[in-house]
Every structure is written in structure tokens, then in C-alpha cells.
């Protein structure tokens, strides 16, 4: 494949469409090094099937992979284009563990779906104020990480070469245990990210009210 500069942005549609049917192999379609991953650690294998389970019983879970060089850009991102489908959009051309990663950490999130509908609904009705809506989502975003935190840090034993060529790890790891100084952290971090995600989640906030 020709490499180039801008961001592909290719979604490619090697759709790993999931349906829950007990434990269903959700990775049977995903990319084969993310397979080969999670057959080299059972725990990691274990932790997906357990979190795609409580996260997507009554939901299809979709994966799509696309390619991008521009480092500024999310590696992962959900979208639920209806009630009872959710999409994950995962960059491809990252290490393994770093496709699990992001993966995983918007399995967990999904696990919060109706904390996550209920501070819209309150906003929506004004029953908070922007600024109480911007931090109560960084608080759901803030559980996730503890979480994946506590996974990278025991469950899952990696190895030197894993760690290394991973662009999470060690920002995962170094991640503060109460909400202040994580937010703290993850502006110091990446500022610009930051920045834009606050605004994001302003301009949220705008939109549902003016639609009330």
C-alpha cells in the first residue's frame, strides 16, 4: 500500500459484525494481529469476551478499521446510529495492544450507556448547567480509564517489546487515581486535544439545548 502523508481515512469495510449470541468470538473477524494478540494472553481474550458481554446484550456491535499517518487524529471512535447498533471505528496501523486498547476502553464505556443518556437528558432539560455536563462526562471517561488502568497494570502481563511499541501504555499507566489530577494529566498531556475536546462537548451542550 502506498504511503502517504495525509490521512487515508479509508474506512475499510472489513466489518467485524459481532452479534451477541452467548459468548460469541467477537475477534473472529477482527485484524489478525489483533487475533493473534489475544490468543498469546487468555486474560486479555477473557477481558473482551466478559466486557463485550455486559456492554452489548441487547445490542450489535460493529467494528471498522481505517488507516491514517496523521498522528493528530482519534484512533478510535464510537457512533451509535440507532438504538440497538453501535459502531467502533478503530485505527488499523497501530500495535496490537494498542488496537485492543482502544478498542476495550469504548467496550467499557458502552457498559455506561444509560449514565451516559441520563446527563444528556439533564442537559437537554437544563437540569445542569454546561460546565456540571463537561465534568460529569470526564468523570464517566475518568471510571473507564481507572479500569483499563487496573487491567494493563495486573490482569495482563505484557512484555518489554509489547510495552515498548505501545503509544498507551505508559500514558495509561502514569494516569493520576482521583479525577482532579487526571484532568489535570491529560491536559498536560496533549493540550490541544484537550482544548478541543472541552469545546466538543460545549458545542454539545449548545445543540441540545436549542433543540429543546
Do not use: W
Request: overall charge neutral; glycine content about 2%.
Amino acid at each position: 500500500m502506498r504511503k502517504s502523508t495525509a490521512a487515508l481515512f479509508v474506512l475499510v469495510m472489513i466489518c467485524a459484525v459481532c452479534v451477541v449470541q452467548g459468548r460469541t468470538n467477537i475477534l473472529s473477524e477482527a485484524s489478525p494481529k489483533l487475533r493473534q494478540f489475544v490468543a498469546e494472553h487468555a486474560a486479555a481474550a477473557q477481558i473482551f469476551s466478559d466486557a463485550y458481554t455486559e456492554a452489548f446484550v441487547k445490542k450489535q456491535l460493529r467494528l471498522y478499521y481505517f488507516y491514517t499517518e496523521d498522528e493528530s487524529k482519534a484512533r478510535v471512535s464510537l457512533y451509535y446510529p440507532d438504538d440497538s447498533t453501535v459502531y467502533i471505528f478503530v485505527r488499523e496501523n497501530q500495535s496490537p495492544i494498542d488496537e485492543y486498547i482502544c478498542i476495550l476502553v469504548e467496550m467499557l464505556n458502552s457498559q455506561k450507556d444509560l449514565r451516559y443518556a441520563s446527563v444528556f437528558a439533564r442537559a437537554a432539560s437544563g437540569a445542569i448547567d454546561k460546565s456540571s455536563f463537561v465534568r460529569q462526562l470526564d468523570e464517566l471517561e475518568f471510571e473507564a480509564t481507572k479500569r483499563l488502568k487496573l487491567i494493563l497494570d495486573g490482569t495482563i502481563k505484557l512484555n518489554d517489546v509489547e510495552k515498548r511499541s505501545s503509544f498507551y501504555y505508559e500514558r495509561i499507566g502514569a494516569c493520576p487515581d482521583n479525577i482532579q489530577d487526571y484532568l489535570v494529566y491529560r491536559k498536560k498531556a496533549s493540550p490541544e486535544k484537550d482544548t478541543e475536546g472541552i469545546r466538543a462537548l460545549e458545542k454539545e451542550y449548545d445543540s441540545l439545548r436549542r433543540k429543546q
